[in-house]
């Protein structure tokens, strides 16, 4: 049995087969045809959260977002009898299954996914017009009541109402459910580093604080390979604004910014707000640089840094640092050429020394396994003081005062603190490899195609499938959510491009769930 989102014209043809079997033939709502299937009138606006048996439709439930709902019609305006507030309702418009499916359990999974569906897209309040004859399961559900009975005889309805922001045996079921997650962040957190949580804070003054955050850094310095780190508060985007703004502040003159991606692209959008001298050499999403044409450039143009992102997630693609380590080392002159790198994605995935770089930005999410909110950069240059930008992305001050500038979360710095101990071996560099590897092989069986990388810059933590045009990879991605399986897909330039992605960063995803993951594509699409 497969659970998902229709977006086919046989679902959709067998979804009215099943309409008519249930509100013609059994409940005398509508009238029969010869042709025995019935439209809903609110189709083009329905979503359908399907069960299918092999190619077979057994269920479905409708959701419809956009008023007026057909209680809207029945009732007039639902505000006018149900008095509470809310502000995202959704209406069930139709439930059926076929009868010999009704006493299993597909009815009450297909009711799972759908709950996952309202709670994933914010709904705050259920409505449904409920048929008397299964009040008791709705009003087990978590329905009530708000209306006197509607329709006709033989086929009366009940208006009902679920408010998703109360206690719900069926929500609070789905909240301890179990999730996949192939997302290239968040992850899901180790016990240890969520037991930091259950602390309580403590001073950023305190000689604990201080003690911590230096055994933070040690650790940090460890596993990049670096001089110097520091530790500012707040997303990995920010370490890469206080290395823009090292930059701007050394005066270093025109540089060269590398983007094949969408994070290289911010890099650009980033620079040109701190008024750097550079220009971009940009390729298109995913394709190699020409590290031949960009050794020529640094040279003819006399560029004085180089920025660039390690791991460009947002294709799966590890661009070729080390040659760019020695494009910048040898086109320098009497002084190298400043090389900065965006490894946020990359470090703590993908082991990797970058003692020969002078910025390296990183954070405590992605692949360190802790929470998301302390931005990390790592240097082996010296830092200037900032004379005209903000305070706050200034790293020499808070490298001098040893990345407690100001208020410091002791509970982020503990969970992260914890997290690093993690890397004292290569274990978690070689779990991301072998489930990259196995994944790749149940998707090539699927004949999936994977977006070509040149072979020595593959990516090995993050998969990028370049969907067929005859199906949609947000159907596809909004499948595997209401299943409870979590893929790279709603960023605006996966859409756009039809793309999916599968990130294994997560330790704690393993191979089982890949299997179950892939045969749950395999039933959605086929092999291709």
């Not at 507030?85 to 359990?105: H, Q």
């Not at 009497?334 to 970058?354: H, P, R, T, W």
């Not at 954070?363 to 830092?383: Q, T």
């Not at 410091?408 to 071996?425: C, G, H, K, M, Y």
Request: charged share 25%; proline share 2%.
């Amino acid at each position: 049995m497969i659970y998902k989102i229709a977006n086919i014209q046989d679902e959709y043809n067998q979804i009215f087969k099943l309409n008519y079997a249930t509100f013609v033939d059994e409940i005398p709502q509508h009238k029969e045809n010869d042709e025995k299937t019935l439209i809903d009138k609110f189709h083009n606006k329905n979503i359908y959260i399907i069960a299918k048996k092999d190619n077979e439709v057994i269920a479905m439930i409708s959701l419809n977002s956009n008023r007026p709902f057909s209680l809207d019609e029945k009732l007039g305006r639902i505000e006018d009898f149900y008095k509470k507030d809310f502000k995202n309702p959704v209406e069930i418009r139709l439930l059926s299954i076929k009868e010999e499916y009704r006493k299993t359990k597909a009815f009450f999974r297909l009711l799972e996914c759908t709950f996952n569906y309202l709670i994933q897209h914010s709904y705050d309040l259920v409505f449904i017009s409920g048929t008397t004859r299964q009040e008791k399961l709705y009003r087990h559900i978590g329905f009530n009541r708000f209306h006197d009975n509607v329709g006709t005889e033989g086929a009366e309805y009940i208006p009902m109402a679920l408010d998703l922001r109360e206690s719900n045996r069926v929500v609070d079921k789905l909240s301890k459910q179990k999730r996949i997650n192939y997302l290239p962040g968040p992850v899901d957190l180790p016990d240890n580093v969520l037991s930091k949580f259950s602390k309580q804070l403590y001073s950023h003054r305190s000689k604990e604080f201080v003690s911590l955050t230096q055994d933070t850094l040690r650790k940090i310095k460890n596993i990049l390979k670096v001089k110097n780190v520091t530790i500012l508060h707040g997303s990995g985007t920010l370490a890469n604004e206080s290395i823009l703004a090292q930059l701007a502040q050394r005066n270093l003159g025109k540089g060269v910014i590398l983007a094949n991606g969408e994070f290289g692209n911010r890099l650009v959008r980033q620079a040109k707000r701190h008024n750097l001298s550079y220009d971009s050499y940009v390729v298109n999403f995913g394709e190699s640089f020409d590290l031949e044409k960009l050794r020529k450039d640094v040279i003819e143009n006399n560029y004085k840094f180089i920025y660039v992102v390690h791991h460009e997630t947002s294709v799966g693609i590890l661009n070729n640092l080390d040659e760019i380590i020695n494009i910048a080392k040898e086109c320098g002159g009497d002084k190298d050429i400043v090389l900065a790198v965006d490894a946020i994605s990359a470090v703590g995935a993908i082991k990797y020394d970058y003692s020969n770089v002078d910025y390296v930005a990183c954070s405590s999410g992605k692949a360190f396994c802790s929470i998301a909110g302390l931005a990390i950069v790592g240097s082996n240059c010296d830092l200037v003081e900032l004379e005209q930008e903000t305070i706050y992305l200034d790293l020499k001050y808070a490298n001098d005062l040893n990345s407690i500038p100001f208020t410091q979360p002791s509970l982020l710095i503990e969970a992260l603190n914890v997290a690093l101990d993690e890397f004292e071996t290569d274990e978690p560099y070689n779990n991301v490899v072998s489930k990259y590897r196995y994944m790749r092989s149940k998707l090539e069986q699927l004949k999936l195609p994977i977006m070509e990388i040149n072979s020595n810059e593959l990516s090995p933590v993050i998969l990028t499938v370049e969907v067929p045009k005859q199906y949609s990879s947000v159907n596809i991605g909004d499948s595997l959510s209401i299943n409870n399986i979590f893929i790279h897909y709603n960023s605006s330039y996966l859409r756009e491009r039809n793309i999916l992605q599968f990130s294994f960063i997560n330790r704690n995803t393993n191979f089982e769930e890949i299997d179950y993951t892939i045969n749950i594509i395999k039933n959605m699409i086929g092999e291709i």
